[in-house]
Structures are given as C-alpha cells and as structure tokens.
C-alpha cells in the first residue's frame, strides 16, 4: 500500500522503483523521463482592434501559430505517463507565449513494449507577452510512442487546450492547439 502513495513522488522526481533489467516487474515500477519537444503552436488570440467613434473598440479575433520549443520532465508505469512541461514560442500578433503545466497519459500497447498509443488530459498555465496574465487551461492529448530501444523513445502528438481567461476582453488566447515530435530519454535507477 505504502509503494502506491511513493509513486507520484518517484514520477516527479524522475525515479525508478525497479530492481532489475526488466521494466515492469510490477504494475507500479516505474522509469524517469526527460523530454524535448518541437511542435507546431496555433492559438485563438482576441486583441484591441480599431476604435469606434463611440470611443469603443473593436475586438480582433485571430489565429496565429509558430513553431515551439518545450521541455519535459516525468516518469512512465506500465501504463501511465505523468509530465511536468513547459513550452515557448514567438509570433507576431503578440511577440512570446509560453505554458507551464502537467500531463497524465493512459498508454494503449499497440505492439509490446516497442510502440504504444496516449490519450490523456493536460493543464496549467499560459501567457503571452501582451497580456501580463498567466490563464489556466485544460485539455487533452493523443499520440504515439516508438521506443527505439530501452532509453530512448520518439513521441508524436496532438494536443488541445481551452483558456479560461476571465472577463478580460482584449489580449488574452481563447484556446490553443500544437503538433508535436518529442525526443525522450528513458532511464531507471535502485534507490
């Protein structure tokens, strides 16, 4: 019992409570994870258009997408993933953006330990330069998992998020979705 209540703990912080070569012994032994990720990020963003000769102004409503860069730290059981990440990127409409959030993924073995399918929900907090707001969010995501070998796997995703941004009407993104392709290093430990 006590060994279900360690596992959060273990996953954060990257650790295994494996005691031998193979990966899952058991249900709950688990591997550390740290990812890179490059994607693909559009977002819904809302902006102060042109003022109204009522002194009002028009709302802009616009999707805008870039490329991103993100970070992953976590830790993968049998069949789930959890990630602490955060991303970034850079457009136009309002110069950086960024999340900072977690993830939980229930994996679907496709072929053994080789290839696997994730669906799972993600949330957080997003910002972009021109709103001096972090929002909250809340989505999901779907992908697939190659493991090339023991440490080393390739994940290609989807995900989606809406914001809750409050009564703000101006500067704030409504929702956003990104592609993605991370690099994942797998590693597991005696402690």
Do not use: C
Not at 16 to 24: G, K, M, N
């Amino acid at each position: 019992m006590l060994r279900k209540w360690m596992l959060p703990a273990m996953l954060v912080a990257g650790m295994s409570a494996s005691a031998s070569d193979d990966y899952y012994q058991t249900e709950w032994d688990a591997k550390g994870l740290i990812g890179v990720e490059v994607g693909y990020m559009g977002t819904n963003f809302q902006k102060k258009g042109a003022q109204n000769i009522d002194d009002s102004y028009n709302v802009d409503k616009l999707t805008t997408s870039s490329a991103s860069l993100g970070l992953k730290l976590g830790g993968e059981t049998k069949h789930y993933r959890f990630f602490v990440e955060g991303r970034i990127w850079n457009t136009n409409e309002y110069n950086n953006g960024a999340t900072g959030g977690i993830a939980l993924q229930y994996l679907i073995p496709i072929d053994g330990e080789s290839l696997n399918a994730f669906i799972g929900v993600n949330g957080g907090f997003i910002d972009v330069l021109d709103s001096d707001a972090w929002d909250p969010y809340l989505g999901g995501d779907l992908g697939v998992n190659f493991n090339m070998n023991r440490n080393f796997g390739i994940e290609v995703g989807l995900r989606y998020s809406g914001v809750d941004v409050a009564d703000r009407e101006y500067d704030k993104v409504n929702s956003f979705y990104q592609g993605y392709v991370s690099a994942i290093y797998k590693f597991t430990g005696d402690y």
